[in-house]
């Protein structure tokens, strides 16, 4: 799941153009990517560059051109999920976390006042044939509470998949995970949900997020988000940095001879591109390392 255009952007200082975000999104489904996070129906006070998620909807590349390409935008509660529906949005994540202090500090509610919100979007969804992939945040430590029980992020992926996600993708928000701690973390979650349902959403705030993917895919996991050039980072957890990079990723899975049906050449060509429109170079070491060839 490319999660740059959302993850990646959404903690951005300076506006980004619409122009530019679908740009973005054009560039990463040419590179192959075949799941991409494209907006938040958010509130616009909370998350002001997601604000253009009904323009984002609208100008998305055509199914005639990338017929294979998903595009997923985050719902918090009823009223986002309506607008993101009208929009024509075929995906929804709803997000919750296992910490409290972050579920109230991202969406202004206990965890279990969230799971409660959540009830109709999943209602909702069914009726329309809409798919819903779930979020837990701060699998692993939280900005606020300190470090989380494997126990409690298993609690909440459980009562999200009773509800009917998809897919529970398992958020290291902070960056805090090293492979022993998310391991842990990922024994106590297969006990109540099968490993082909989970993702890990890992962010490399302390550069351990690649060791985690690979942690991760030898646990027997098979789907992980990432940010092009390794954008990114959640404006309510102070301090955390981008997700694990999209180009990182795909030349680790190239070395081990897992197909990802991207190319990586694009993808670096892209990730130079966005860095270039936000004025840096590419937070990926792969990019960097092929940039300079
Ligand atoms: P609230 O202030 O408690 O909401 O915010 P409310 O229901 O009291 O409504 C207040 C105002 O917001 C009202 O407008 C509503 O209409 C409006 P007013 O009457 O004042 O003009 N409102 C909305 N507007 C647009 N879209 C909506 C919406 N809902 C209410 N959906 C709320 C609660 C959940 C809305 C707010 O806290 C929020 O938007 N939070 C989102 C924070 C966010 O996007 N964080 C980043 C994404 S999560 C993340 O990055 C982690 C992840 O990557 C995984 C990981 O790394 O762990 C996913
Ligand atoms: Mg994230």
Same mark, same amino acid.
């Given at each position: ?86 929009a024509g949005a075929r995906e929804v994540a709803v997000f919750a976390a296992a910490s409290e202090g972050f579920s109230q500090k991202n969406i202004n509610c206990s965890i279990a006042e969230s799971l409660e919100r959540f009830v ?22 939280? %900005? ?6 494997? !126990?409690? #992020?298993?609690? *909440? =992926? ?5 509800? &009917?996600? $998809? ?11 090293? %492979? ?6 990922? !024994?106590? #979650?297969?006990? *109540? =949900? ?5 993702? &890990?959403? $890992? ?25 092009? =050039? ?64």
């Open positions: 799941m490319e999660v740059g255009p959302r993850d990646g952007l959404q903690n951005e200082k300076e506006v980004v153009s619409t122009a530019t975000k679908l740009e973005l999104i054009e560039r990463l489904a040419k590179a192959g990517l075949q799941d991409i996070e494209a907006a938040s129906f958010v509130s616009p006070k909370w998350v002001p560059q997601m604000a253009d998620h009904a323009e984002i909807m609208a100008g998305l590349p055509s199914a005639e051109r990338y017929p294979n390409v998903n595009y997923s935008v985050l719902t918090p509660n009823l009223k986002g999920f309506e607008a993101a529906a009208a109709p979007i999943f209602e909702a969804a069914k009726q329309q044939g809409i798919r819903v992939r779930g979020y837990v945040s701060c699998v692993v430590a939280c %900005p606020y509470d300190g470090p989380v029980a494997p !126990e409690k #992020v298993a609690q *909440v =992926a459980a009562r999200l998949l009773e509800l &009917g996600s $998809y897919e529970i993708s398992l958020g290291d928000t902070i960056g805090a995970g090293t %492979p022993a701690s998310v391991l842990r973390m990922l !024994e106590a #979650v297969e006990r *109540v =949900a099968p490993v082909r349902k989970l993702a &890990g959403h $890992y962010h490399d705030t302390y550069g351990m997020a690649v060791a985690n993917v690979y942690a991760s895919y030898q646990f027997g996991l098979r789907s992980f988000d990432s940010s092009i =050039a390794g954008l990114g980072g959640c404006p309510y957890a102070k301090g955390a940095t981008g997700n694990v990079a999209t180009e990182d990723l795909v030349y680790l899975f190239n070395g081990l001879g897992v197909q990802t049906g991207v190319d990586l050449d694009a993808l670096v060509d892209c990730a130079d591109w966005i860095s270039g429109m936000l004025g840096r170079a590419p937070n990926s070491r792969v990019s960097r390392a092929m940039l300079a060839k």
